[in-house]
């Protein structure tokens, strides 16, 4: 007896000896993997917490994502057009016109701007920088336009300016993350994904949530910009080209007919059938819907995508050419889009950096080169969905992700070759028009110099509650849960501007 | 020791329960006893009794926090006499049990006691929550049929022009004191011996005096405590009532740092619009005619967008329907009758693009509350809209891409709700037979004219 106590004894020594650091390790990693699983199971996937403020008809939605949604309250715009000017357009050459900032043109820039500021570039003191363009005023509304952007100040009676925006981000990437999805960090659902999220998608052979890029390059931000952050993927936005084929892949490979393709596509949803009678699992059945819709789209989307069926005084308007990537393109682009029951049709125009460093960065000429790129279409586009009739359902959101300063870029405390403006986070103007939105309002006055906003400032947050609002939703109840907790857009800020509403 | 008599008063709410358990099992009893001697006699005499005594506790420590914590005569009056006659009662059948022998007029006597108990307990409930504790849940036809007012107690509302020269006081704080303050400090209900439904009230202050002091909000109770901590105990409203909102409060720190006057205008404070903005009345015109209908079941909702159509309803909890046959463009005359079952439900129908003809516009008129019509790119005829002129709640008409001539357009000027038309893309574009009419009208064609700049290069 005694001898096999000993054993035991031993036996219990050895084994502790033997547990190793890597064995720790080891159980470590299968331990804090099971933990990571658990939420996983039992938490907040996103199936359960989507009883957030859509009311959303469970089965439908696990069938088809994408299944279009009632706004929780009467919204005016049914569908968004953001037409974002990556780079930042400089407010003080086309809307904000500031007189009092000629006279101290080449000036210093007085210490009390400076106290306390950062910049992204500007380092010592500046020199002030007047208004390149010339201003004056239009409309029944009077809006002061600049001579950058001559057509479209034949429409400014159409849209609702903010003229005091700020945002707390002077970089390109965050800026723009800050724009587009609330956060200036990587991580959340942009705009385009949260108002799809919400309301689906209303024709169910195209995509619900569109982006279309110009300007030759995409974002700083990268795709995250209309990344879907932890909203499932598929509310993320879908990039089309506007040259080529617009969603590569899109064709099917030489060889392959549509009958074949058709044969395929029902093989795949037979076995993804007997699986989830197996197993049940709605995801298979979200898989399922997603081949037919993918096999619908290569029919529709090359249609729509298509503009040179557009009679001639519509390429006119636009000033489009067809088979090449511009703004333009996609402008006309846009309208057919939200023509077609789109919901969200995102634009990128690149370009609009204008530090002054080389003559495309130049305030007195790239710019303007810039603007003539998009005062047409911008243009067009408002009179075209006016003229549809589509301006009541649509809201048209035009911005840049932050303004630009009233001195002279200065970087390595040199004087540029050309005329430019630093990046500038208390002060720029955006537009916005359609549905719901008081014609030819303007809201907030900025300083005698354009520097900071002195009343009716509006934030970001304020810009996404109101755009919310006008597609039906409370900002402060549209949630989501993630990590244990709801998140909404405007995360704990965002004042509807009233003003500005019809 | 003076404690002990008000603490007493404060256990009336538990006190109460006791009565009203042991009387009703007592009911209960006897009427579960087909004859007086069926061997439950002395239960049913133990909880008459028992339920007597108690109440006679409930019934002092009810008078005790009637004394004390400022509740008005006219409130509890009516609680505290059929309590007491409830006591007495309860006294009454503890005795009379022992000598009836009339079982059935016992039987009635007890029933009586029970409907005492109810009255008295509905009663004691309407003074603690609120008169309107139970009816405020029922739907507003039922509220009405119950002669209960629907509309709660107005809030601070402002009109967007001319508000400068509304009374600080009489306009802006007694509304904000009215739906916030107003439910536990009023005549009837003195909460802390405060009443401020009334300026007197307001001057006269609680127990612990004036609330408010003229340039000081800080040392105001008025305002300080609504700005305490929602957890403190002398948070103002107290955390389980609706809170006012913080413009509320900032306008009422105004008033009081503006010098607290009872005859000061608005405008004299000059208050941050930002301060008013969310009092603002915006008369808003509902886009949809309002109506009240039964929904459509979800059965036939999903039938239909089986069939292919678009279904949704306007917003969500609306019973106008919103649909669409941008996934339907097969459709043509004959697909109407799928929606036919809609009736007045149909706010909205889509039917750009697909293959209907002129006829389909005279069976419209089967939905009475049909705002908008999109006739896009269809084969619709002129002469078909006359058809259209049922159609009440039709404000805006899409046509774009179609055969209309100018002198059809004059048959829907009798559209009483018209607002809106659409005809880009037809005869009607730039033609100069086009006159003014009642309802705006689009015919588009736009153009940029080409300038100069558009082709300079910088």
Redesign the interface.
Same mark, same amino acid.
């Given at each position: 007896m005694k001898n096999l106590e000993k054993l035991f004894a031993e036996l219990s020594v050895q084994k502790l000896q033997n547990q190793t650091r890597r064995h720790f390790l080891m159980d470590c990693v299968s331990k804090v993997g099971g933990l990571a699983l658990a939420p996983l199971l039992f938490g907040c996937e996103p199936g359960t917490s989507a009883k957030a403020p859509t009311?959303l008809?469970l089965s439908e939605r696990d069938l088809n994502p994408l299944a279009?949604?009632?706004? +929780?309250?009467?919204?005016k715009a049914k569908s968004i057009i953001y037409l974002h000017m990556a780079g930042a357009p400089s407010q003080l050459e086309l809307f904000d016109f500031k007189p009092e900032l000629a006279k101290l043109h080449d000036q210093d820039c007085p210490e009390s701007l400076l106290e306390g500021r950062k910049f992204a570039f500007i380092r010592g003191v500046p020199k002030m920088l007047g208004p390149q363009a010339k201003f004056s005023q239009h409309g029944e509304s009077g809006a002061w336009v600049s &001579?950058y952007l +001559?057509?479209f100040s034949?429409v400014a009676d159409e849209v609702a300016f903010l003229k005091a925006m700020h945002t707390d981000q002077f970089n390109h990437g965050p800026a723009q993350l800050f724009m587009q999805t609330g956060s200036p960090r990587l991580g959340r659902p942009s705009l385009g994904s949260w108002v799809t999220y919400g309301l689906g998608t /209303?024709?169910?052979?195209l995509p619900g949530f569109v982006v279309l890029t110009s300007g030759g390059k995409t974002p700083d931000a990268g795709k995250s910009v209309w990344g879907s952050g932890f909203l499932p993927s598929v509310y993320q936005g879908v990039q089309c080209r506007s040259k080529g084929d617009p969603v590569l892949y899109l064709e099917d490979p030489s060889g392959m007919s549509r009958d074949m393709k058709k044969n395929v596509i029902s093989a795949i949803n037979q076995v993804n059938k007997e699986d989830f009678e197996a197993f049940g699992d709605p995801e298979i059945l979200a898989r399922i819907n997603q081949y037919e819709m993918a096999y619908r789209m290569q029919i529709e989307v090359p249609e729509v995508m298509n503009i040179n069926d557009e009679p001639e005084?519509i390429h /006119? $308007?636009y000033?489009t050419k067809p088979g090449e990537e511009s703004f333009a393109n996609n402008c006309l682009l846009a309208r057919k889009l939200v023509e077609?029951?789109v919901r969200v049709v995102q634009l990128y125009d690149w370009g609009w950096d204008t530090h002054g460093t080389d003559h495309d960065g130049s305030i &007195?000429?790239?710019l303007?080169?810039k603007c *003539?790129e998009i005062d *047409?279409p911008m243009?067009?586009l408002l $009179? &075209?969905l006016?003229? *549809?009739?589509l301006l009541?359902e649509t809201l048209v959101v035009w911005g840049g992700e932050f303004g630009r300063t009233p001195m002279q870029e200065n970087r390595e405390g040199k004087v540029q070759g050309f005329k430019g403006r630093d990046h500038h986070v208390d002060a720029f103007t955006m537009w916005v028009a359609g549905g719901g939105i008081k014609k030819g309002a303007s809201y907030g006055i900025t300083d005698d110099f354009g520097f900071s906003g002195v009343d009716e400032r509006t934030s970001v947050h304020d810009l996404h509650a109101t755009l919310l609002h006008l597609m039906?939703f409370d900002h402060e109840k549209f949630t989501y849960d993630f990590q244990g907790r709801p998140f909404r857009l405007t995360d704990v800020e965002g004042e509807l501007i *009233?003003k500005i509403l019809a | 020791m003076d404690f002990i008599v008000p603490l007493f008063g404060r256990f009336h709410p538990i006190l109460v329960h006791l009565p009203i358990g042991f009387l009703l099992f007592g009911v209960l009893m006897v009427f579960l006893s087909k004859e007086k001697d069926s061997g439950h006699s002395q239960s049913i005499q133990l909880a008459f009794f028992v339920g007597s005594v108690s109440a006679v506790l409930a019934s002092i420590s009810g008078f005790l926090q009637y004394h004390y914590e400022g509740f008005s005569w006219e409130t509890v009056q009516f609680h505290l006499a059929l309590g007491a006659l409830t006591t007495v009662t309860g006294f009454y059948l503890t005795w009379d049990f022992r000598k009836t022998v009339n079982w059935t007029s016992f039987r009635w006597k007890s029933f009586s006691l029970l409907v005492l108990l109810l009255f008295t307990g509905h009663l004691g409930g309407n003074i603690t929550h609120g008169e309107e504790y139970l009816t405020e849940l029922l739907p507003d036809g039922l509220r009405r049929l119950l002669g209960d007012s629907t509309d709660a107690e107005q809030g601070l509302t402002l009109p967007e022009s001319g508000w400068e020269d509304l009374k600080y006081y009489e306009n802006v704080v007694q509304p904000i004191l009215n739906s916030n303050c107003k439910s536990c400090h009023n005549p009837r209900n003195k909460k802390g011996e405060l009443d401020l439904s009334t300026l007197e009230g307001l001057k006269k202050g609680g127990e612990n005096g004036v609330v408010f002091h003229a340039n000081d909000a800080e040392k105001s109770e008025l305002f300080s405590r609504l700005v305490l901590p929602s957890d403190d105990d002398d948070h103002m409203p107290p955390k389980e009532k609706r809170q006012p909102q913080k413009e509320e409060i900032e306008l009422i720190k105004l008033w009081l740092e503006t010098g607290a006057s009872f005859e000061g205008t608005l405008g004299e404070a000059r208050p941050a619009v930002k301060l008013l903005d969310p009092f603002f009345e915006r008369l808003e015109v509902p886009f949809y005619p309002q109506t009240e209908l039964a929904e459509v079941s979800a059965d036939s909702i999903a039938a239909l967008k089986k069939m292919g159509f678009f279904v949704e309803p306007v917003h969500l909890g609306s019973a106008l329907l919103k649909v669409s046959c941008l996934n339907f463009p097969d459709f043509e005359d004959a697909d109407l009758s799928k929606l036919s079952s809609l009736g007045g439900n149909l706010a909205y129908l889509d039917l750009n693009d697909t293959q209907i003809s002129g006829e389909i516009l005279s069976q419209i008129t089967a939905f009475p509350n049909l705002t908008v019509l999109k006739l896009n790119s269809t084969l619709i005829e002129g002469k078909d809209l006359a058809t259209l002129q049922q159609s009440p709640n039709l404000k805006h008409l899409y046509l774009n891409g179609t055969q209309i001539n100018p002198e059809d357009l004059a048959a829907l000027e009798s559209l009483p709700a018209l607002e809106k038309v659409y005809a880009y893309d037809t005869p009607l574009s730039g033609n100069p037979a086009v006159k003014k009419f009642r309802f705006s009208l689009e015919t588009g064609g736009y153009s940029l004219p080409p300038i100069p700049s558009d082709t300079i290069v910088y």
């Open positions: 009311g008809n279009p949604l009632a706004p +929780p309250f009467m919204g &001579d +001559p057509h034949k /209303e024709n169910q052979n005084h /006119e $308007l000033g077609k029951g &007195d000429m790239g303007r080169n *003539r *047409r243009s067009a $009179l &075209d006016k003229q *549809r009739g009541e039906g *009233r | -």
